[in-house]
């Protein structure tokens, strides 16, 4: 397994563009099997996740392929396995997301229940709610959902809010179903992340009737057919703000390109509370970190709120600020397995139920230090940038399912970050 060596601290400075949405590919690579024939999808970001998602869409029957200049081509002409297995949803749970378009293109869908995860359960009882009120007859077996509808699907009035809120992928796999069922479905508490509104508009291009796109409520007409598409994802936001915050611990000046500001206001907000200046020019922005700088209370919560997926980065950044935080998870509750690392690195965290206290310290002390998920080995990361001495990150294939050659795009702001082999296992 890999382990990224990491000198600090550092100062970053100059340019970097930030990828396609991880989060906006997934759920419109599964749109494409709406349409059968040839889809064109540009921006999608060359991620391990990504990978998984087109072996198990190539699995389904369909072909998917990577060209040359990146363009993702899905050909889902033909489906003849509406079956996602075990071995590959446990890997990437977002697999889950092939369940609306496969119900509704097929009549008949299998997918292995996903499982739980680092950051949580991943349960998807509110997605099986959606699509029961579509007319979806679905049952549990051996482990995997199995939803039919013989009658094809018919529209309805959703409430799709959970304990946490609004659910992104439920909403992805209701609206897909529900652009192919008879009459008019409307979805209430849907999730309104850019992600959602990208797929919506997607689904649109695709000849899909969806009005409300990027509110709490989605109203969709649904159509006989959708037809293949050519679309471009939009930019990560929570890549964009990965690097926000790495340039704010390192006090450096960070220019990053193909980033909408107007996805990361709540990102922004806590960026200037902090006293990092955020400054928007081209089709991006400038940040620039301070020697010193200051604490923040952030709360995570479904969009427009602090994203979640940057909870764990933020959580990094505020270790150094010049007194105390409170950090409260309020999406994933027991998203917290970066908190023990990074005390291991000296900062000084106390969690407490599904707050984490924050005292700042003076410095990160650099350490041998475990990685558990996607976004807490960003973390990891961030805090190795400032850190003295080297960080070693472990298991960094964390990392790569989320962040394409995160290690060499940090480099050329003037990290410096070794890729090696070994590792603790
Ligand atoms: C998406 O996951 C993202 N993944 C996650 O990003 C992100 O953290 C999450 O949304 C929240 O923004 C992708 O888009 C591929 P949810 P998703 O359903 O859709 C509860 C990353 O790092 N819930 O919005 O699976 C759930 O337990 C990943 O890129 C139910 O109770 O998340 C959670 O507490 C990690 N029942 C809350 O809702 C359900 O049926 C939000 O989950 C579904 C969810």
Do not use: W
């Amino acid at each position: 397994m890999d382990v990224f060596r990491i000198e600090g601290p550092v100062r970053l400075a100059g340019h970097v563009d930030i990828n396609g949405s991880k989060n906006a590919s997934l759920p419109i690579m599964a749109a494409a099997l709406l349409a059968p024939g040839n889809s064109t999808l540009l921006g999608v970001p060359r991620l391990a996740d990504i990978s998984v998602f087109k072996e198990l869409i190539d699995q389904l029957g369909c072909k998917v392929e990577r060209r040359e200049d990146g363009v993702l081509t899905i050909d889902a002409t033909k489906i003849d396995n509406p079956v996602g297995p075990y071995d590959i949803v446990r890997k990437m749970r977002a697999s889950v997301c092939i369940l609306g378009p496969l119900l509704a293109r097929c009549g008949r869908v299998e997918v292995s229940m996903p499982g739980g995860c680092a950051i949580g359960d991943r349960p998807i009882d509110l997605h099986l709610i959606g699509l029961r009120q579509l007319g979806a007859q679905i049952h549990l077996k051996n482990g995997y959902v199995i939803a039919e509808t013989p009658q094809g699907l018919k529209g309805a009035s959703i409430f799709l809010g959970g304990p946490y809120g609004s659910t992104v992928l439920g909403t992805a796999n209701v609206l897909m179903a529900a652009t192919l069922a008879k009459g008019r479905t409307i979805i209430e508490s849907a999730a309104c992340e850019p992600e959602i509104t990208d797929l919506a508009n997607c689904l649109n291009v695709m000849g899909a009737r969806i009005s409300g796109i990027g509110s709490p409520r989605l109203v969709i007409d649904g159509v006989n057919h959708l037809h293949p598409v050519q679309y471009r994802v939009i930019p990560d936001r929570i890549e964009a703000g990965t690097f926000m915050a790495a340039a704010a611990i390192t006090g450096g000046e960070v220019h990053i390109g193909h980033c909408r500001l107007e996805d990361m206001m709540a990102v922004v907000d806590r960026l200037r509370i902090i006293g990092i200046a955020v400054e928007a020019n081209g089709d991006g922005c400038t940040v620039a970190g301070a020697e010193s700088f200051q604490p923040a209370d952030i709360t995570t919560q479904p969009y427009p709120g602090f994203p979640t997926d940057l909870q764990a980065q933020f959580m990094a950044l505020l270790a150094l600020a010049h007194g105390n935080s409170i950090v409260v998870e309020k999406v994933f509750p027991d998203r917290f397995l970066h908190v023990a690392e990074l005390n291991r690195m000296a900062a000084n965290l106390r969690k407490e139920g599904s707050a984490v206290i924050v005292a700042g310290v003076k410095k990160l002390v650099a350490a041998p230090v475990m990685a558990s998920d996607l976004r807490a080995s960003a973390a990891l990361v961030i805090a190795g940038l400032a850190a003295e001495g080297a960080t070693i990150v472990n298991r960094v294939y964390h990392i790569d399912r989320g962040y394409e050659r995160i290690e060499e795009r940090f480099n050329l702001l003037g990290a410096k970050i070794s890729r090696e082999e070994g590792g603790t296992v």
